[in-house]
């Protein structure tokens, strides 16, 4: 592995929360830099790995490893693809959200308010569809919406009137000309994180990360064995709320499902009743693991 790609995060905890059996199927969802996959082939003797991701770049990472499948596709529809390759069932499954480091760090693909470039943040560099043509196409409501929802934007209303006023007359397609249209609303001594939440909710919007890890959920309880595990690694609070919620829950909002006489009816249950976080000594070594955190479940009982 290139660990200069992605370095994998809080990869001891991973393993153990997926319980790995030598002879089990797995699913890497969010293959990237092949860190988490490597050390789940190592514990696989006559198993197998299924590694997914839409991003070519993450391809040049694939080991030549039998036990492994590489499917470069989202994840979104990974129970179809599991089924097309012969497992109905599998012992595990792993999701390590969000963006890699290398997606970051290479300047053109315009994950990153540090560099120049286009406005692209497409994870998908097959889809046509970039985050300078949210900025350029959509209604003014719809960007307060992602900037407030996925953002967590303070001042969505003035960001967007930036956005909207400059637009009318001239095409937004760069990550700089982006930033110097919004440069009025940005908070002095406090730009960093006020960009990387605006550039948060362009990337989250761009590749419907909400609406794929709701179906990714949904899909687990069909698709992991009894014992199986599900193992799911946040970065923020949007991501983190909707797994606690449909492990909890069995529901994104609102409350629990419950059926006639009043028992909570979720397709999963709990492994780790604490929040697993990464240690001082691991975000020392990669600052990306800062907000990371973990959730383990199995499939419910009933």
């Given at each position: 592995m290139n660990s200069d790609y992605h370095i994998p995060v809080l990869l001891k905890e991973s393993l153990e929360g997926l319980d790995i059996k030598s002879d089990g199927v797995y699913v890497d969802l969010t293959f990237g830099g092949g860190g988490h996959s490597r050390e789940i082939l190592k514990r696989l003797t006559s198993g197998?790995?299924?590694?997914?991701?839409?991003?070519?770049?993450?391809?040049?990472?694939?080991?030549?490893?039998?036990?492994?499948?590489?499917?470069?596709?989202n994840f979104r529809y990974y129970k179809n693809f599991l089924r097309?390759?012969?497992?109905?069932?599998?012992?595990?499954?792993?999701?390590?959200?969000?963006v890699s480091s290398h997606e970051f760090d290479v300047a053109e693909r315009g994950f990153s308010f540090r560099f120049d470039g286009d406005l692209d943040m497409r994870m998908n560099q097959s889809s046509d569809f970039t985050a300078a043509d949210v900025l350029n196409q959509y209604a003014v409501e719809d960007?307060?919406?992602?900037?407030?929802?996925?953002?967590?934007?303070?001042?969505?209303?003035?960001?967007?009137?930036?956005?909207?006023?400059?637009?009318?007359?001239?095409?937004?397609?760069?990550?700089?000309?982006?930033?110097?249209?919004?440069?009025?609303?940005?908070?002095?001594?406090?730009?960093?994180?006020?960009?990387?939440?605006?550039?948060?909710?362009?990337?989250?919007?761009?590749?419907?990360?909400?609406?794929?890890?709701?179906?990714?959920?949904?899909?687990?309880?069909?698709?992991?064995?009894?014992?199986?595990?599900?193992?799911?690694?946040?970065?923020?609070?949007?991501?983190?709320?909707?797994?606690?919620?449909?492990?909890?829950?069995?529901?994104?909002?609102?409350?629990?499902?419950?059926?006639?006489?009043?028992?909570?009816?979720?397709?999963?249950?709990?492994?780790?009743?604490?929040?697993?976080?990464p240690s001082d000594e691991e975000i020392e070594r990669n600052g990306r693991a800062r907000s990371a955190k973990l959730r383990i479940a199995k499939p419910k009982s009933h």
């Open positions: 197998k790995l299924v590694g997914f991701d839409q991003d070519e770049d993450a391809e040049a990472n694939v080991p030549k490893d039998d036990k492994f499948i590489f499917v470069r596709h097309y390759l012969g497992f109905d069932k599998v012992d595990g499954i792993l999701a390590d959200l969000g960007l307060f919406r992602i900037f407030k929802l996925y953002g967590e934007v303070k001042n969505p209303g003035r960001l967007v009137k930036l956005i909207d006023e400059y637009r009318k007359s001239n095409k937004i397609t760069t990550i700089q000309q982006f930033k110097e249209v919004i440069a009025p609303c940005v908070p002095k001594f406090k730009d960093h994180k006020y960009l990387a939440q605006v550039f948060q909710a362009l990337r989250i919007e761009v590749n419907q990360e909400m609406e794929v890890l709701r179906e990714m959920l949904m899909q687990a309880s069909d698709v992991l064995k009894p014992d199986g595990r599900l193992v799911v690694i946040t970065y923020h609070s949007l991501e983190d709320r909707l797994v606690k919620n449909y492990i909890r829950d069995g529901k994104f909002e609102g409350g629990a499902s419950k059926d006639f006489f009043g028992n909570i009816q979720t397709p999963l249950e709990a492994v780790n009743r604490k929040l697993i976080i």
